[in-house]
Nanobody, 119 residues
Framework: VQLQASGGGLVQAGGSLRLSCAAS????????VDWYRQAPGKQRELVAR???????NYADSVKGRFTISRDNAKNTVYLQMNSLKREDTAVYYC??????????????WGQGTQVTVSS
């Protein structure tokens, strides 16, 4: 299973970006997917989650600005980021736990995509 994250870039404060996380396995549509981020010198933090049923949760720091969604036909999860702030600068990763049989799950990470917000 591979997760391919893309869509990062350099944007001015107040601008928008849309990140994508595409999976090589169709079971992707049946599992929850998370977006994390890690800023320099900081721990990786959970930004947003979407369940298989489409329920969403967000970190307080991004509520009202970020929207996570999924297109199951494309095996892709998106993170729409609006009203970006300098403190949103980080490497963003998508993550999902895939069933590995016998009740086990394996965690898969995308390669990360850099988001840089300038003032």
């Amino acid at each position: 299973v591979q997760l391919q994250a893309s869509g990062g870039g350099l944007v001015q404060a107040g601008g928008s970006l849309r990140l994508s996380c595409a999976a090589s396995d169709t079971i992707f549509s049946s599992i929850a997917v998370d977006w994390y981020r890690q800023a320099p010198g900081k721990q990786r933090e959970l930004v947003a989650r979407i369940t298989s049923g489409g329920s969403t949760n967000y970190a307080d720091s991004v509520k009202g600005r970020f929207t996570i969604s999924r297109d199951n036909a494309k095996n892709t999860v998106y993170l729409q980021m609006n009203s970006l702030k300098r403190e949103d600068t980080a490497v963003y990763y998508c993550n999902a736990d895939f069933p590995a049989g016998w009740g086990r799950w394996t965690s898969h990470w995308g390669q990360g995509t850099q988001v840089t917000v300038s003032s």
